[in-house]
């Protein structure tokens, strides 16, 4: 049409013995429309090619990690832990050894850093608080496998060293942080007493995966030091769900970034995508939750709530992406069935795994 136009203003303005005349403004009027329209029609289509690209950069990446996974565990027999000091369990950081993420930097083509950290210190100087010789912290440097292009959260104080994938403990009985945040009971008709607020299969004893033990473990990894082998997914590592994605600011654990050893647990206890008003949304305090927020359990969307906010999500529509225990990458829709989500989690239910 726009071809029409022109051509057709070309010919009556060239003719033998006519003047040439300029285009009349309801013709460019009507030009700058038509463009308009083209432009609103393809915006749709290229942010959605581009969405895709991003979704299989973030799946690639989740494979990516299955086979730093995989290549750990031929290394030493097992998966990695998240080690928080060294001796006596229970000794917090600033005697951290790091997370599991810090095990599998040598997997992850990243030896130059590793090699650098000092793991003998202990009592003052944890891992997250080592730099380089030019000062620059290690838990501030960018780890471009573990960071997905749709995830759009700002960068933790100013630095980019989030993290947008985790590891599972599992379908974990999850801690609240007292009754005022609310226990989440009932939000999922699961057929069980304790909702979404634990273990459905009686696999787990600790909470939120806080044992040395892997007895008390329904995921892969604990929250502290153990870490399960091949021959502890009971289940079949194909129907397991070994790390999958996270938003940092969306938990107060999370939002530490990919090197500190209290950070980077997450567990399948809450549905897909549940909503939390994260870190740095507007809108919440504790006296007056914001607009969207349950409206019996208004603390089952805050940033605090471990149950809640401690599980697996995304910015990508309609789900999350997950790494299961045999290497391979999957997208899981959040309207998957909240029990056959949960015996992904459970790497020792012993019931078979619906369709996922």
Not at 17 to 25: E, V
Not at 34 to 60: F, G, K, M, Y
Not at 195 to 214: D, P
Request: proline share 5%.
């Amino acid at each position: 049409m726009i071809g029409g136009i022109l051509m057709s203003r070309l010919r009556s303005g060239t003719s033998p013995g006519s003047k040439a005349r300029a285009f009349t403004l309801i013709e460019l009027l009507v030009v700058i429309a038509i463009i308009a329209v083209l432009i609103a029609l393809l915006l749709p289509a290229v942010q959605q090619a581009r969405e895709a690209a991003r979704r299989t950069t973030c799946r690639n990446n989740l494979h990516n990690l299955g086979l730093a996974m995989h290549n750990y565990h031929d290394a030493y027999n097992q998966f990695p832990m998240s080690i928080c000091g060294l001796g006596t369990p229970g000794e917090w950081s600033p005697s951290s050894k790091g997370s599991y993420f810090v095990r599998l930097l040598p997997f992850m083509d990243q030896s130059p850093m590793y090699n650098q950290l000092n793991f003998n210190l202990f009592g003052g100087n944890g891992i997250e608080d080592q730099a380089d010789s030019t000062g620059t912290l290690y838990r501030h440097r960018m780890i471009p496998i573990l960071q997905c292009p749709s995830e759009n959260s700002t960068g933790i104080d100013g630095h980019s060293y989030k993290t947008n994938y985790a590891l599972s403990i599992g379908n974990q009985r999850m801690d609240s942080l007292g009754t005022g945040w609310g226990s989440c009971v009932g939000l999922i008709p699961s057929g069980n007493a304790d909702g979404i607020a634990g273990n459905l299969f009686k696999t787990a004893g600790a909470g939120h995966g806080n044992s040395w033990n892997g007895t008390d473990i329904s995921g892969v990894m604990s929250r502290l030091g153990w870490g399960s082998n091949f021959r502890d997914l009971v289940d079949g590592s194909s129907n397991i769900i070994m790390a999958g994605e996270l938003r940092p600011q969306c938990g107060d654990h999370t939002r530490n970034g990919w090197m500190h050893f209290n950070s980077i647990w997450v567990a399948t206890t809450a549905p897909i995508n549940f909503k939390i008003f994260c870190v740095r949304e507007p809108g919440w305090n504790s006296t007056s939750p914001p607009a969207g927020a349950h409206p019996t359990y208004p603390g089952c969307n805050h940033w605090q709530n471990w149950t809640t906010s401690q599980g697996f999500k995304s910015q990508h529509t309609g789900g999350a992406h997950f790494l299961l225990a045999d290497g391979s990458a999957r997208f899981l829709s959040d309207n998957v069935n909240y029990t056959t989500y949960q015996r992904m989690g459970d790497r020792r239910d012993g019931e078979p795994v619906g369709e996922f």
